[in-house]
């Protein structure tokens, strides 16, 4: 079974640029997450999606990010413009459900430099 | 509110020692799950073990173990006879009603040859 894609693995940008992350989860998987983890610490949820609706983003910088997820299966991740506190590394996760119970599969994640 | 605490920034063993990581959380639920993920230098985050709030027998799968105590919130895993491919940062997470994962900080594991 293919695990969850990312790409790029890593990205480089300046300050103020805009860059986007693409993510295709786990084959029938309805739930699929975005996180940010900044080294050294634990993953921060930016957005959660079942199907292609949004369940949880209430964490997601909205006036610098958006996300979506067309058709209820690959989503992008964008950030406009680009700070250098988001330097980081963006992690997309899918699982079966968004029960309590379910875990969620990781993407090797995509690690981002804003200079 | 919800909270995980892994105390233990890092812990660095020699190989084949047996090494215990530290997971202590908090939560109002008496229905939650609590996971452990291995995220290797690679990156990715590797699933682990899931574990409800109604099953408080230890579990064991093979140089892996975790033990559950609700009556001080802990879910601690042990690693038996370390190896240096168990290097990696832990982490353990929490997900109780509000359906977020909560995640704690991570440890970072270091085996040395």
């Known amino acids: 079974e293919a695990g969850v894609a990312q790409s790029p693995r890593y990205k480089i940008i300046e300050k103020r640029q805009s860059v986007a992350f693409w993510c295709n989860p786990i084959?029938?998987?309805?739930?699929l997450y975005w996180y940010q983890q900044i080294l050294g610490q634990g993953p921060k949820l930016l957005i959660q999606?079942?199907?292609?609706?949004?369940?949880?983003d209430s964490q997601l910088p909205k006036d610098r990010f958006s996300a979506e997820r067309l058709k209820g299966v690959d989503s992008t991740l964008k950030i406009q413009p680009a700070k250098l506190e988001d330097s980081a590394v963006y992690l997309c996760a899918s699982s079966y459900g968004g029960r309590m119970n379910t875990e969620a599969f990781f993407g090797q994640g995509t690690r981002l430099t804003v200079v | 509110a919800q909270k995980v605490t892994q105390a233990q920034t890092e812990i660095s063993v020699v190989e084949k020692e047996d090494v215990t990581l530290d997971c202590v959380y908090e939560?109002?639920?008496?229905?939650?799950?609590l996971f452990w993920y291995k995220q290797p230098p690679s990156g990715e985050l590797v699933f682990l073990i899931r574990?409800?709030?109604?099953d408080e027998q230890n579990e064991i799968s093979g140089r892996y173990s975790w033990n559950f105590q609700k009556s001080t919130s802990s879910f601690n895993f042990t690693i038996t006879a370390s190896q240096v491919v168990d290097s990696a940062v832990y982490f353990c997470a929490l997900r109780d009603s509000n359906y977020q994962l909560i995640w704690g900080a991570g440890t970072k594991l270091i085996i040395k040859p």
């Open positions: 999606f079942q199907n292609n609706g949004v369940v949880d």
């Open positions: 574990r409800n709030s109604f």
């Open positions: 939560t109002r639920d008496t229905t939650y799950y």
């Open positions: 084959s029938g998987h309805a739930t």
